[in-house]
């Protein structure tokens, strides 16, 4: 199993342009999140979903939207890059039900300039 | 509203010596707390869990955790600490948000081991 993985690993946008973090995970969780890292502001929720075709806004969703067509895959939009959104992003995933573990994958660092 | 405080954003130790990163949480409900490791580039990965029973909780390289629900505390530690264990570890405690679980995470603690 190769858990979860994302693409790209790092990226540099314009402010403006738009792109695509994209997440996979081949342990058929349902659930799957994604999080924003900031230094010193641990990890917020941006968007999450609980099964294919179901997504809903986590804490910080503005300027971000996501899509969940298949239980693999989870891709996490930005349309309009602004330097706010400089951060590391984290997609996880889990089983569902009670309070198991996530699952996370390694991180897309993006810069916004 | 749930919510996780980590008292210390850096911790500097030495090899060999022993370490404690602190956690208060604040919850009406159940509490269910983790802590994960974070190594440099890398995503996070589960250390241990607390969801019932013991209230000494043990997890991978040769870290524990006591939760007291009296204090509201759930702090990790490890009696030696080894160059390795340099990374960023976050407590976070679960909650359910809008239906679904989710994790609230502190703000992290930086450990650093000096040789």
């Known amino acids: 199993n190769a858990g979860v993985t994302q693409t790209p690993k790092f990226r540099i946008l314009k402010i403006g342009q738009s792109m695509t973090l994209q997440c996979t995970q081949d342990?058929?969780?349902?659930?799957m999140y994604w999080y924003r890292q900031d230094p010193g502001m641990g990890l917020k929720l941006i968007y999450y979903s609980v099964g294919a075709g179901i997504t809903d806004k986590g804490e910080v969703p503005n300027g971000y939207n996501v899509s969940r067509s298949t239980t693999e895959d989870f891709p996490l939009r930005l349309e309009l890059a602004a330097p706010s959104q400089t951060s590391v992003y984290f997609c996880?995933?889990?089983?569902?039900?009670?309070?198991?573990?996530?699952?996370f994958g390694p991180g897309t660092r993006l810069l916004v300039l | 509203a749930q919510s996780v405080t980590q008292l210390d954003s850096q911790v500097p130790v030495f090899e060999e010596a022993p370490v404690e990163l602190r956690c208060n949480y604040s919850?009406?409900?159940?509490?269910?707390l983790f802590w994960y490791v974070q190594y440099p580039n890398q995503g996070l990965q589960l250390l241990l869990k607390?969801?019932?029973?013991?209230?000494l909780v043990k997890g991978i390289n040769g870290f524990e955790a006591e939760f007291n629900k009296s204090q509201t505390s759930f702090h990790l530690r490890k009696p030696s600490v080894h160059i390795s264990d340099t990374a960023e570890y976050f407590c976070a405690v679960s909650a359910y948000y809008q239906g679904a679980q989710k994790l609230v995470f502190g703000q992290g603690t930086r450990l650093t081991i000096n040789p």
């Open positions: 342990m058929n969780h349902n659930y």
């Open positions: 607390y969801l019932s029973g013991s209230t």
């Open positions: 919850s009406s409900v159940s509490v269910y």
């Open positions: 996880a995933s889990r089983v569902a039900g009670g309070h198991e573990t996530q699952y």
